[in-house]
């Protein structure tokens, strides 16, 4: 049956793979064909995701991304690949006013520089092929809407939105294409980092108050963005913000 | 720290509030200026001044600023 988002014979990277969205990328990819190489902190955690793959091929490249060592050696590792996914991210919460270097430099890090240095460093090595897909998960926050006391994480998210719209240009010569997708909420493991701040009853609130659709969003509702990302079903989009959010930006 | 002290440093996160209106049975979360941006402050504040880490149910779990300062306290 003819289906133009098949991801069969296409090799994608996946960071963040560990948990959360990219847990949730990385199995539904390998659903539709692809073959994974999947990256995150801890082995232990990567080797759960790795025994949720369907098919075979797949392989485990332990690195974070916010060491550069260890970006080289993901770099230098990886097979070939047709797609990668940023995913890596972690949140953080403060006011603007107790903004310091550690936590701004920390987030930017993780979240901004990492991926764009990944990304810079499979191009040089020429890892990532011609016609390739380079997906970042990025955030509705910073893209197009903030909230008190996320102010650094919208910092880091927006500045991606500016790195795919420039990177998509250049690399349309080679027809690579370079979006990124903008979820609303998705809970998983990244809430627990963010102080423990928020009550069950406010995340109850959050979640369904908010979200003409009803309801906050699964991993698998993204990695659906993603799977339409990576496959040639999207082969003519390229430096998009693909918002991902239960309508929650309507209201 | 010390409570007056502490009490400083919470008025200190307010912008509107008169400081002579913080006392330690002040029912902090009843003031106006009380929301999401004061309540990250004190978060922010607490984490930067006393190096303890509170969280929203500190704020469920107490009434006056007495008794969150015990709470940190306890920390």
Sequence with gaps: MFNPFSLKDKTILVTGASSGIGRGIAIECSKMGAKLVITGRSLERLNETFSALEGNGHV???????????????????????????????????????????????????????????????????????????????????VVVSNTGE????????????????????????????????????PT????????????????????????????????????GAIYLLSDAS????????????????? | MNLNEFIELFSGQFDKTPADQFKPNTLYKELDEWDSLTSLSIIAVVDEELEKRIVGADFRNSNTIEELFELIQSK
């Design chain 1, 60 to 142: 485990i490249i332990q690195a974070d991304i916010s060491i550069q060592e260890d970006i080289e050696r993901l770099v230098s590792e990886s097979p070939l690949l047709n797609g990668c996914v940023n995913n890596a991210g972690i949140p953080k919460i403060s006011t603007v006013g107790f903004i310091n270097r550690d936590s701004i430099e920390e987030i930017l890090n993780i979240n901004t520089i990492g991926p764009i240095l990944l990304t810079s460093l499979l191009l040089k090595k020429r890892k990532l092929q011609k016609q390739s897909s380079i997906v970042f998960i990025s955030s509705i926050s910073g």
């Design chain 1, 189 to 224: 493991e990244i809430l627990e980092l963010s102080n423990s701040f928020f009550s069950e009853e406010q995340l109850k609130d959050k979640m369904y108050e908010k979200y003409p659709l009803g309801r906050v969003g699964t991993p698998e509702d993204i990695a659906n």
């Design chain 1, 151 to 186: 102010t650094q994480y919208s910092t880091s998210k927006g500045a991606i939105s500016g790195f795919v719209k420039g990177a998509a240009l250049e690399l349309a010569r080679q027809k690579t294409r370079v979006n990124s997708i903008c979820p609303a909420l998705v």
């Design chain 1, 235 to 251: 082969s003519w989009v390229t430096g998009i913000n693909l918002v991902i959010d239960g309508g929650f930006t309507l209201a």
